[in-house]
């Protein structure tokens, strides 16, 4: 079972989020609140994508709300890029997480490489409405769901490179906005983050 069941040939992204809501393309849709889409233009000509939603992501249903996504909000602006030109979205559409006790707080697990291929075709069809001149893979999830496994996140970060989805289209991997926040030195990783966005600005101005 793959998410390839539930994905509409025909329609926009807007058809794209309504079939989404309703996949059981892997076993993630029953502990979580809500499938949790891509978020932006259309005509973005930057897709970000992350690795899955957090805790608040999955109570708001959208992209990058919480924690990790106020550091991104943070970087982006620093680096000189407008969020609300970006598509925004994750390598996994649904939260994953253990609950270590009753009504303590949900912790975030890290999705399988099963997980991962079965959400695949979700990451394609938004790839292939959008068409983004730029792909930013932020974490080595969301790497080695576009690049491959074979991508090495600590020797290639900042590297423009090509999807091998056939699209041609260059992509970029960073660090994820969530390691930046484990970090032993934050501020030296959020400056990390932030050379590599500027590398995205110059790459799209
Ligand atoms: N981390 C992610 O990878 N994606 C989100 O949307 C939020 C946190
Ligand atoms: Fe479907 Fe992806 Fe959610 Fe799995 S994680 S149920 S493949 S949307």
Not at 28 to 44: C, H, N, R
Not at 199 to 204: E, G, I, L, P, S
């Amino acid at each position: 079972m793959t998410a390839a069941d539930y994905v509409p040939a025909r329609g926009g992204l807007a058809a794209l989020r309504r079939a989404a809501a309703d996949c059981h393309g892997c076993a993630l849709y029953k502990d979580a609140t809500q499938t949790v889409f891509g978020e932006g233009p259309s005509d973005a000509r930057l897709m970000l994508v992350g690795e899955q939603p957090g805790d608040r992501e999955d109570v708001e249903g959208e992209p990058f709300v919480g924690p990790a996504g106020k550091l991104l909000d943070r970087a982006l602006k620093e680096a000189g890029i407008d969020r609300a030109e970006v598509y925004l979205t994750n390598a996994v559409k649904h939260f994953k997480f253990t609950l270590p006790e009753r009504g303590k707080r949900r912790i975030h697990k890290k999705p399988s490489q099963g997980e991962v291929t079965a959400c695949r075709p979700w990451l394609q069809a938004e790839l292939d409405r959008v068409k983004p001149e730029l792909v930013v893979c932020l974490g080595a999830t969301a790497a080695s769901a576009l690049l491959g496994s074979g991508f090495r996140l600590t020797r290639q970060r900042g590297e423009i490179v090509s999807l091998p989805d056939g699209s041609g289209i260059p992509a970029l991997a960073t660090v994820h906005p969530s390691a930046v926040l484990r970090a032993p030195d934050r501020e030296e990783a959020y400056q990390g983050l932030v050379a590599d966005l500027a590398v995205v600005a110059r790459h799209q101005a």
